[in-house]
T-cell receptor, first 113, second 112 residues
């Protein structure tokens, strides 16, 4: 079973700061997702990565397959970025099986004005 | 385009009452469907998955059941809710063989 660890668990920063959230996992994967969960609970998919780096607006996600590690960066952070950010990995199941995602516990981010 | 609908967004139910959460997918056929739950202070955990109509696999024993009466409909049910069933329930789907998953908005269930 894949173990997914996120750090930090909680992060409070000032508006404009550069934010980094980390995710590490224990078993090789076929894909990694970064999700954003708003205070009301709704989930938004930010990125899906298999390798390298992706950028969307002020958000950047990177993954290092060899080191089993991914980072989510937010540049020029804003109070509206306040949310829980969740890392989820899809492990490789050559024999089939559940093939669902394993989720981290999330990072609770607060950006203060 | 593909979309996923999950409702309701929030639900408060008394202990012992039944539960029915529905998830429907549009714009695709024969998706793999998933129900996840996030209990307080924990990460999302896979409850059920389905690879086709009437095909349900359970990942963890619990007070809940799932059904897939139609290709793009996935229902999470309980006959009698327990306090421990409170949490955030999330439906997701993906095309078999592809990596990307798509998520519903989730349902926050509070059992009182």
């Amino acid at each position: 079973k894949n173990e997914v660890e996120q750090s930090p668990q909680n992060l409070t920063a000032q508006e404009g700061e550069f934010i980094t959230i980390n995710c590490s996992y224990s078993v090789g994967i076929s894909a990694l997702h970064w999700l954003q969960q708003h205070p009301g609970g709704g989930i938004v998919s930010l990125f899906m990565l298999s390798s390298g780096k992706k950028k969307h607006g002020r958000l950047i996600a990177t993954i290092n397959i060899q080191e089993k590690h991914s980072s989510l960066h937010i540049t020029a952070s804003h109070p509206r970025d306040s949310a829980v950010y969740i890392c989820a990995v899809r492990s490789y199941h050559p024999g089939g099986g559940a093939d669902g995602l394993t989720f981290g516990k999330g990072t609770h981010l607060i950006i203060q004005p | 385009s593909q979309t996923i609908h999950q409702w309701p967004a929030t639900l408060v139910q008394p202990v012992g009452s039944p539960l029915s959460l529905e998830c429907t997918v549009e714009g695709t056929s024969n998706p793999n469907l998933y129900w996840y739950r996030q209990a307080a202070g924990r990460g999302l955990q896979l409850l059920f998955y389905s690879v086709g109509i009437g095909q349900i696999s359970s990942e963890v024993p619990q007070n809940l059941s799932a059904s897939r009466p139609q290709d793009r409909q996935f229902i999470l049910s309980s006959k009698k809710l327990l306090l421990s069933d409170s949490g955030f329930y999330l439906c997701a789907w993906r095309v078999p063989g592809l990596l990307e998953a798509f998520f519903g908005q989730g349902t926050r269930l509070t059992v009182v």
